[in-house]
Nanobody, 115 residues
Framework: QVQLVESGGGSVQAGGSLRLACAAS????????HGWYRQSPGKERELVAT???????NYADSVKDRYRISRNKARNTVYLQMDALTPEDTAIYYC?????????WGQGTQVTVSS
């Protein structure tokens, strides 16, 4: 069974930075997509940033100039460096993994940005 362990998150003032990490384990097949989504109260879950198996990255327009996703392939871990945070970035951030057609989600980690 694939397990996702998230770390990082927390509270920060506007303009600050946070770093999230998500380690995947238990997969016997290669991870096709590994990344982050987020969900704010009253809004749908949205893509933040992902890494594909061929090392392509994909970012939401709202974060592409402020966030950076990186990966340690040997450790099956992705990192999300979030800079210049704004209150609009406040959300629960969920780690996401897709292996073939199967999708897996982390439990979520809260990011709160105060003005």
């Amino acid at each position: 069974q694939v397990q996702l362990v998230e770390s990082g998150g927390g509270s920060v003032q506007a303009g600050g930075s946070l770093r999230l990490a998500c380690a995947a384990s238990g997969n016997r097949l290669p991870i096709a997509v590994h990344g982050w989504y987020r969900q704010s109260p009253g809004k749908e879950r949205e893509l933040v940033a992902t890494f594909t198996i061929d090392s392509n990255t994909n970012y939401a327009d709202s974060v592409k100039d402020r966030y950076r996703i990186s990966r340690n392939k040997a450790r099956n871990t992705v990192y999300l460096q979030m800079d210049a945070l704004t209150p609009e970035d406040t959300a629960i951030y969920y780690c996401y993994v897709r292996i073939r057609s199967a999708e897996y989600w982390g439990q979520g980690t809260q990011v709160t940005v105060s003005s």
